[in-house]
């Protein structure tokens, strides 16, 4: 064991040597630092990206929790319609804290045509009230007004699919589908509001009336298509789908990771791509800690064989060179987690992509990412060079106290 005081002498010894070379110190720091600040940096980048795609996900009609009966989702006609929530579901919907918002919803396809164009589109018969914080409509209606009530006879439609009916706003169009009774059913409606939504995808592909109306235009009685539910903190989905799962046996009951594969797959490889590049980066700062320490252990050969000639023991040349090594990874670890932080805190306004609208768009994502600090990737980094860095260090340290005194002495 080390005493106090021999710690303290080579903590010293330590912190000499590291500034012996200060341009050769200031480089490596400046890359460890660099390291740093891109690991945490993309990291942030990377999640807010990630987070925003789940959100726009859920927030898409998706929900966290969605409700069918069986057979729905592989063929989501009229016939696959499923009876209002009884008062078992009822009651886990009302009684669970965790439960944000819920709605049931008529969902079907359908078309939809204008004077002068027609459009495949998927029927959605809403209760706005619960819409409210359940999904984007409420909040994307950017001209005219939302939907008053499930018996509102107006009809909301997406800017992109308004523009390719050459319709507008207080015209009247026409919608039609196929009844519960498998005959064509259509009616009437007057564009009451227009949505701009995150992706063409959904502005092109939904049109939302009211649930009564929708029901009455399709003979479906109190009968509804699905149901979705939001909640706070979906890290604690597994306690609500169990209790809707006995609440409710006999239907189709899914969360949004079996319902959205292939976003779960995409979070999958973000979180891949980040550790690749948290290696990649560690790498090339190895070489550079390794390269820098084996050039100060080479310039002060002569040094450490007259320390070992007086009486130092290998384990102190050791112990001083990972001192050394130590010093420096902290240092450059302060130094680029201050630089991140920073950056971050200047990004919190949102980084602007708006150039490549188009691609984000296709993927799901806004123009406008926010960085998203998560505390595991922070400590992910940090560990990853404190420890790795240490391991680096190992084989410099090794050769300085491995020096026989007499060759090291006179060595030149």
Known sequence: MMSGLNLSLLYTL??????????????????????????????AIMRGMIEQQVRNTINNLTGHIQVHAVGYRDDPAIDNSMPPPGPTMLKVLRGKKNVRAWAARVRVPAVVASERASAGVTLVGIDPEA???????????????????????????????????????????????????????DRGFRVVGIFDANTEAAETGYVFVGRTLARDMLKLGGRVSELALVVHDRQDLDTI?????????????????????????????????MLIWFVVVFLAMSFGLVNTLLMAVFERTREIGMFQALGMRPRFILSQVLLESLTLLMIGMAMGNVLAWATIAYLGGGLDLSAFAKGLEWAGLSSVIYPLVAASDVITA?????????????????RAARYVPVEAITRT
């Open 131 to 185: 819409e409210q914080g359940l999904s984007f409509i409420a909040q994307a209606v950017t001209e005219g007004r939302y939907l008053q009530s499930p018996g509102d006879h107006g009809l909301l439609l997406g800017r992109k699919l308004a523009e390719r009916l050459e319709t507008s706003l207080g015209k009247r169009i026409v919608l039609m589908s196929q009844d519960i009774d498998n005959n064509s059913a």
């Open 241 to 273: 789908l169990q209790s809707l799962t006995n609440a409710a046996r006999g239907l189709d009951i899914q969360p949004w990771t079996k319902l959205e594969p292939l976003l779960v797959l995409t979070v999958k490889m973000y979180e891949a791509t």
């Open 382 to 398: 940090n560990f990853l060079v404190i420890v790795l860095g240490i391991i680096a260090s190992l084989y410099p340290a090794w």
């Open 14 to 43: 330590a912190w000499r040597n590291v500034w012996r070379n200060r341009r050769r110190t200031l480089v490596i720091l400046l890359a460890i630092a660099f390291g740093i600040w891109s690991m945490v940096t993309l990291a």
